[in-house]
Structures are given as C-alpha cells and as structure tokens.
C-alpha cells in the first residue's frame, strides 16, 4: 500500500511538473495584462446596465404612462448591481416617474437646462454625465439613454451610480494580484481611490498632492502609458518607488484613466 501510494505521489508530481511546464497553472499576471482585464469589465459593466436601460426605455415607449414609468424604473433597479436613483424625464425634460420613492420631489421637475437632451441623442445612444454632487451628497456619475416613440425622441432614462461602487468591484480582484487601483479623469479629478476621502481631489492643483504632480500630469496628457514615482506617506517618512500602468476606459462620451500601481519600499 504504502508503495501505490509513493507511486501515485510521483505521478501526480510528473504531471503537475507538465501542466506548469505547457501553461496550464495560472502564473501571476503582469500588470498590464490585470489593467486589460479591469477595463474590460469595467466596460461589461457599464455595457449591460445599458442594455437593461435600453429595455426599460422601450417598455415605457411602449406605453408612456406615470405608472408604467415607475414600474420600468423598478425592474430596471432591480436587474442591475450599480443603480442608486433614476428617473424618467420627457421631451422638454420634465420628470415624469422617479425611483425608488425617496426622489419623489424630484417629479415634474424641469432639468432642461442640464444635459442629456434630444441634441445630445442626436448622435449617442448611451451618455454619461460629468462627475457631480447629487442633492443628497452622494458623488455619482448620471448615465442615460433615451426613450424613442414612433414619432421620434421622447425622451430620457437617467440612473445614478456611485463610481466607488463601480471601480471598487475591480479592487479586490487587482489587490490579490499584488496591485493597487486608483482612477482620475482627463482633468485631474480623482474619482476612485483606496482612501475613500481622497475621492473628488483635484491632483493636478491640490497642493497637499505636489509630490505626484509630475506623474499625474503625464497620466492626464497621455491616454496610456507606465512611469514610476516616489510616494510620500503623508504620515511617516516612510516613502515608496510606485510602477504605475495606466490606459483609458471610455464610455458614453466620458473618459477614465486607469491606473495600476505596484510599490516597492525605499530602504534608507
């Protein structure tokens, strides 16, 4: 028995050797190749949310009543993992249906002085907003399609999404490979970090961030690229060589840059 068993142990070992050998066992990805696979999903993500706005677009087209609004609304909340409010606005951007309950004051409300509008629609199916402070305090992003009756534009559907909820779905996957993940817009506006409070910092201008001023404009001005940096702990003298990968994610008419970062210590 204990024979079989020093043989079954060697062949085990043979064909493990073999599997690693071909390519089989998963290494460790490089960091380009993590930063690829965030921002595919990412745009998965983003990419059938739409899809299930789409949908709810069409059922209210369908028969464009309050009632039949608000239940698009709730079968669109519920079939997607990002959405925190949405509503319905009409032609001249007059909100007609809201969810769930806690917007109702934001019924008959006129947004036509805010974007989408039918001009907008005229050449995008799908538009995310500019990073804002909704009524409520939370910093989100608006994503909207637009509803289309047989006689033309009719209108939007809007949902809000909380981008730490968003970009914070990729953090655990890139954090087991050994990354960090942070995420800015073309105009410096941090929207997406591993300390929630620097969410909405301005890292071309804040003067509290002047030690990765050079590094954040590169990131700002160039749509990919890799550069390392030294970071300072804001407490501590402790400070740390960061490889940082980036590359752009674009939707809806809004661009991100994504950035992947790995640190090793400074000894001395």
């Known amino acids: 028995m204990n024979m079989k068993i020093l043989v079954l142990l060697a062949m085990t070992s043979l064909i493990l050797l073999s599997c690693f050998s071909a390519g089989c066992v998963d290494q460790t990805a ?42 698009a609304l709730a079968t669109l909340y519920q079939r997607t ?64 399609v637009p509803i289309r009756s047989p006689n033309g534009y009719a209108g939007y559907i809007s949902l809000s999404f909380d981008p730490y909820r968003f970009f914070g779905a990729e953090e655990q996957k890139v954090l087991e490979k050994g990354y960090n993940l942070w995420v800015m817009q073309t105009d410096g506006i941090q929207v997406f970090d591993a300390d929630v409070s620097e ?3 301005d890292l071309l201008n ?34 740390v060589e960061k490889t940082a990968v980036w590359d752009t994610f674009t939707f809806g008419g809004r661009e991100w840059r994504v950035v992947l970062t790995k640190s090793a210590k400074i000894n001395g």
Request: charged share 25%.
């Open 30 to 71: 490089s960091q380009t190749d993590v930063l690829a696979d965030v921002i595919s999903s990412l745009n998965k993500t983003l990419t059938d949310t739409r899809a299930e706005a789409d949908k709810a677009a069409d059922a209210y087209a369908a028969g464009p009543t309050p009632e039949n609004g608000r239940q």
């Open 81 to 144: 993992t990002l959405t925190h409010d949405l509503l319905i606005a009409d032609e001249n951007g007059i909100v007609r249906a809201v969810y769930p309950d806690n917007i109702q004051s934001a019924l008959d409300e006129d947004l036509s002085r805010y974007p989408p509008n039918k001009e907008i629609f005229a050449g995008t199916d799908v538009y995310v907003s500019e990073y804002m402070v909704l009524e409520n305090g939370l910093k989100a992003y608006l994503l909207s």
């Open 199 to 201: 969410a909405g910092v």
């Open 206 to 239: 804040d003067p509290a961030y002047q030690s990765v001023r050079e590094m954040t404009h590169l990131v700002a001005a160039n749509p990919s690229g890799e550069t390392k940096y030294v970071y300072t702990a804001d407490i501590g003298t402790d400070r």
